[in-house]
């Protein structure tokens, strides 16, 4: 149980890092990626300003289902790192909130949520847990251009999902198969 915990900790932490990386500031924006780290694209002046709105990580995981207890572990972790980051003060200078869905062990579900998270805008996803899962949702944010980690989808097939020079999914290495 622990060791769900901590790797949660770890994923959570790697799509917060990952997720902030934008182009170098400009003067006048058509969109938050033309601006800097820390900054927006000001919606109706067309120009980079301090971004302070929340850092939100999209986690999709079986709570219930099958592979609950799994999902139950990583969950606290989740909890944890999100509760590490907003003691340390978030990320450069932006709080870390979580928006977790329950996939139910489900496969359909699981790219359900993967969808509704990507059309919410969060920085990055993580889960779902399965291989079937993953490679089922990992279209969604390929095309969104939305970093997704999965971790403990094992399959080989996730390896050529994505280009090689243009990946979004990553997966931890993992002793799961399903």
Do not use: K
Not at 17 to 22: H, K, Q, R, V, Y
Not at 106 to 128: K, M, T
């Amino acid at each position: 149980m622990a060791r769900g915990w901590a790797h949660a900790v770890a994923l959570v932490a790697v799509a917060v890092m990952l997720a902030g990386c934008n182009v170098a500031s400009v003067e006048t924006c058509s969109n938050d990626g033309a601006c800097g780290l820390r900054e927006r694209c000001h919606p109706e002046g067309h120009f980079c300003e301090l971004d302070t709105r929340p850092v939100v990580i999209g986690v999709s995981l079986p709570l219930t289902g099958d592979l609950s207890s799994l999902g139950q572990d990583l969950r606290t972790g989740v909890a944890l790192a999100q509760q590490v980051l907003t003691e340390a003060g978030g990320v450069l200078g932006r709080p870390v909130e979580i928006e977790l869905l329950d996939d139910e062990s489900d496969v359909g579900l699981a790219r359900d949520n993967v969808e509704q998270l990507v059309r919410e805008g969060v920085a990055a996803v993580i889960g779902p847990v399965t291989s079937s899962q993953a490679l089922e949702s990992q279209s969604v944010t390929y095309a969104a251009q939305v970093l997704q980690i999965s971790p403990t989808a094992g399959t080989p097939l996730l390896g050529t999902a994505q280009p090689e020079n243009d990946r979004y999914f990553f997966r931890t290495v993992s002793t799961m198969r399903s």
